[in-house]
């Protein structure tokens, strides 16, 4: 087992970085290897243990093979909105009264109050006399 630097935390195998402090772990530093059959110690690059024979060198594991992205389903086509139904044209409105014909009313009731005026103002003026 291995130990921080830094710290003295005992690190895992294959750490990059302290678990403890988080300074980096210095991969250069020898490491002891064991006999996982009757755990004496080895000697750097040793394929079998010297004491029982066991090979500890395992034949290197093939590379993982990848898993292919699967394909995203085929979205479906989208179905066209249904056209809505005509709505029946309401009745024409009524044409907008000319302009003209406004301003003539106008002008007519202008008169029309003027001559009331007048009738009135001369009613007034014969009762006085």
């Known amino acids: 087992m291995t130990y921080c630097e830094n710290c003295g935390a005992p690190l895992g195998e294959n750490v990059k970085f302290c678990g403890q402090c ?5 991969t250069g530093t020898k490491t002891r290897k064991y006999c996982k059959n009757c755990h004496t110690e080895l000697e750097p690059g040793a ?3 010297p004491e029982c024979g066991y090979r500890v ?4 594991e093939p590379a993982p ?3 292919p992205i699967p394909k ?3 979205k479906p086509d989208p179905k066209p909105d249904p056209k809505p139904e ?4 309401p009745a024409p409105a009524p044409a907008p ?3 003209q014909k406004g301003c003539l009313g106008t002008i007519v009731k202008w008169i029309f109050w003027f001559l009331i005026f007048m009738f009135i103002l001369w009613l007034v003026t014969m009762a006085g006399k």
């Open 57 to 60: 060198v395992s034949d290197p």
């Open 72 to 74: 995203p389903d085929p």
């Open 22 to 26: 988080g300074a980096p772990v210095n």
């Open 47 to 49: 394929i079998f243990c």
């Open 97 to 99: 009264k000319s302009k």
């Open 65 to 67: 093979t990848p898993t």
């Open 86 to 89: 005509p709505k029946p044209n």
